[in-house]
T-cell receptor, first 113, second 112 residues
């Protein structure tokens, strides 16, 4: 049973295209996150949602738009892809009470050509 | 969130204990110490967390000094599968949706 899943695992696309990455969690959590890991391996927060409401929106280009249709899903849509968007994107989830421990998905490796 | 300092890399022989140190000298009273690891190309994996008492679970032990300015993650019997980057993170308790601030971590290499 996969706790946090992401699709697709790999995504190769051309500059200028629009793409989406999907994330689903079956842990019953009410908070979800998107992190980006660049080529230097630094992991940075992009967004977080609590009960479908945006909590964190770091300095991310507005070409990136997260969408949370329900508490179990947080999708990431990227418009007009650029070379610099190439990275591994990780989704995570946590409960908003208790330990707040975040559980991560396997990642989506995005390559923009 | 407080900053943490970790050694860049460490080596450990398989079967021996791996002791990974972390310095968090500016930690506040309401901040917890979390440890995560990232095995190559996988998502970060939660290991353990603590406030001021020592903690143990099925993966590891966490030893926090009395002044809380440093901690040590102990993997009691390291295996090759424990080769990973280990992150020590200090995070305020009780804030839903707040991010984990990842540093560079310690690259642990376990060899046979």
């Amino acid at each position: 049973d996969t706790a946090v899943s992401q699709t697709p695992k790999y995504l190769v696309t051309q500059m200028g295209n629009d793409k989406s990455i999907k994330c689903e969690q079956n842990l019953g959590h009410d908070t979800m996150y998107w992190y980006k890991q660049d080529s230097k391996k630094f992991l940075k927060i992009m967004f977080s949602y609590n009960n479908k409401e945006l909590i964190i929106n770091e300095t991310v280009p507005n070409r990136f738009s997260p969408k949370s249709p329900d508490k179990a899903h947080l999708n990431l849509h990227i418009n007009s892809l650029e070379l610099g968007d190439s990275a591994v994107y990780f989704c995570a989830s946590s409960q908003s009470e208790g330990t707040y421990t975040q559980y991560f998905g396997p990642g989506t490796r995005l390559t923009v050509l | 969130d407080a900053k943490t300092t970790q050694p860049t890399s460490m080596d450990c022989a398989e079967g021996r204990a791996a002791n990974l140190p972390c310095n968090h000298s500016t930690i506040s009273g309401n901040e917890y110490v979390y440890w995560y690891r990232q095995i190559h190309s996988q998502g970060p994996q939660y290991i353990i967390h603590g406030l001021k008492n020592n903690e143990t679970n099925e993966m590891a032990s966490l030893i926090i000094t009395e002044d809380r300015k440093s901690s040590t993650l102990i993997l009691p019997h390291a295996t090759l599968r424990d080769t990973a980057v280990y992150y020590c993170i200090v995070r305020v308790w009780g804030q839903a949706g707040t991010a984990l601030i990842f540093g560079k971590g310690t690259t642990l290499s376990v060899s046979s």
